[in-house]
């Protein structure tokens, strides 16, 4: 999924269930910052203090693609969540290891990562963690099928919109002609050779996959799927109990205007259906009334500036420490994603055999 879900969807929602404006746009801000962290390493002070963060997002076009290493410590943990078939643990899904790691909407893994960010909801970072987990079980529904590693089970053919093959053996061909192992890892990672299909909300399409079935998308349906079940695990959180019933539901008008835009903002581009949620936000098209909400991914306004008031993407040099980087948001967001990296890695995915770098 791209930013008018990752932020304004998610945003939506959190106002829907019951979070203050305050908390919805920590949450929402968090939820699609995952697609914009893009730098790891070590952030250095000039009174000699020091912060190491993870990265959670690689630009497109990016060397750590063709790194298996990398792949597993970025794609995997938050955007192509293993689904382990949709099994619970102990159970093992038809076929190799491979199959553990494919996506799988809201699978018992996704509800397990639930479980252990409510667990954190005292932590000064809860909300910055339900960011997090917001973003990646959104992206179980939008990245069904595919995985979060090189490998041919994300290879696909006969990609069709309206009717229409789409060729992308270019790729191959290219491979062949160049003989580099970068190109040859992009087309298999993760939904490379779907495209940006899989994100695109308004989309109906089909393709062939690696095992020879034919799949047909919609989704309009996914994303509706996704809105249901992310409100869910929102109201769970409110309830501090990741087993409670649903009982509170969508306000039919609300769900209504949701619906609406999933499928009449059309645009390819992100930022262009993002602009059109923000408009329905602030025109008051929600029940809980007008707002006005932005996000900045960098530069002033950016949770970054704000902690290390720079405008550079890249983290060199030093910067002058300031006592009020411990409690930014930009600090809380890097502290959950090592948190959910951690517990997702090493206690979540050892139980359903899974072992990722």
Known sequence: MQIDFHHAAVYVLARLAGFTAGESDIISYASQYVDDAKNEGVIKFKNGAKYSKVSSSHKAINLHNANAVQNQRVWVPFHFLPGNGGMTAGTR??????????????????????????????????????????????????HQGFAGVVHDINDISELEIDGKIKKHNWFKKLFVKIKSYFVGAALPLGHGAALTYPDLPYLKWRYVNKLNQDINRNNILIFNDAVKSIFESLIKYKNKNAVSIIKEQIPKKDLEQIKFNIINFTGEDGELRHRQWLETIAEGKFSFGKENISYAAKGKGSWKYMALNTECENDTGEYEYSDNFLSSNWKLFHDALQKHQFELVHDILPKYGICVA
């Open 93 to 142: 899904p038809p076929g190799g290891f491979i199959n553990k790691l494919v996506c799988f909407p809201n699978s018992f893994v996704a509800q397990e990562m639930l479980d252990k960010c409510i667990a954190d909801s005292d932590k000064p970072y809860a909300l910055h963690r339900l960011g997090v987990t917001m973003h990646v079980l959104a992206d179980t529904f939008s």
